[in-house]
């Protein structure tokens, strides 16, 4: 594909409410429900509103039963969730989520640590969360996380990487979410991976990416995924993530910052820009510190010649 060929349209997914806030220290459920219900206002599409995953193993995550429960759904709003397990996955279809996430790591490592299982186990307890949901007729989307780096392992293969998403292929899964979970990925491993799920006969439109800009890459990353025709990108608003107690880590790429760029390239995300950035403003209130997004801060300027 011609480097100056981009997908006429996207879809951010924000990620915010669930992958920022798992790393604040916990806010109210109400101030959860009023960050969903503010999103849900900008033209997003898909907000991830949470987990079900052990309250304290992610304190901050506890209670998305009740956020689930509350928020105002807003019409053409896919309101999803992550579990690690098929417990997870009941508590989730039970408080109602249109969607479930499902994680997993590349790195047997990382899902040791994070999930305290091995990837064998995690692959299995897989192919139950998908019976779960498909019965309840909820889609399941499969987060390879790790995908391009492990903080305990290193580089991760990208053969690795597809042998996992070919195992999850045949555990039922059908969307997939490729994970930059610590920042390590660079545009030519961005680029590696797609050429080898290319090989392996994949097609790009069932493939998300999941940014994280811990090394500054993120918005790079994602414009050679556009080149190679990927057009789901997850967000979170602000930039709002990391871990407070590891320094230098940071979130996912901002929303404002993605959608900003993504409109500039023609690929239509239907969100609302100025309506955003008050979104992320507010939420600075809201934890209490400064939020790393930059186009929140860059002044009318980010104002597209047509808008
Ligand atoms: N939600 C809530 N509780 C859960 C649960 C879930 N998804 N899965 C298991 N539990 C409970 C079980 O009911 C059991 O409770 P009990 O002792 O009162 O009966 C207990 O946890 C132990 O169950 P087990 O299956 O042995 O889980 P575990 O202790 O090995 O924990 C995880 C595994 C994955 C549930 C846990 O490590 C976890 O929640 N990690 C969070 C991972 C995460 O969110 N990371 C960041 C995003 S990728
Ligand atoms: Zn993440």
Known sequence: MPIDHY????????????DGLQNEAPIAVEARIDLVDALSETG??????GSFVRPDAIPAMAGTDRVLASI?????????VLVPNLRGAELAVDAGADELEVVVSVSGTHNARNLKMSVDDS?????????????ADVPVEAILATSFGCPYEGAVDPVRVV????RLRQAGVTTFSFADTTGMAT????????????????????????????????LANLVVAAQRGVRRF??????LGGCPFAPGATGNVPT?????????????????LEALILVALELETVIGRQLPGQVMRAGPWYRLPSA
Do not use: C, K
């Open 7 to 18: 997908p006429s349209s996207s879809e951010v997914r924000e990620v915010g409410p669930r």
């Open 44 to 49: 997003l599409r898909a907000i991830e509103v």
């Open 72 to 80: 105002t759904r807003r019409e053409g709003v896919r309101y999803r």
């Open 123 to 135: 692959v299995e307890q897989i192919r139950r969360v998908v019976e779960r949901a498909a019965s």
């Open 163 to 166: 042998a996992l998403a070919q």
């Open 187 to 218: 545009p030519l491993t961005i680029v590696a991976l797609l050429d080898e799920l290319t090989a392996a006969g994949w097609p790009t439109d069932d493939v998300a990416l999941h940014l994280h800009n811990t090394r500054g890459t993120g």
């Open 234 to 239: 997850d967000a979170s608003v602000g930039g």
């Open 256 to 272: 404002e910052d993605v959608v900003h760029l993504l409109d500039s390239l023609g690929m239509t995300t239907g969100v609302d």
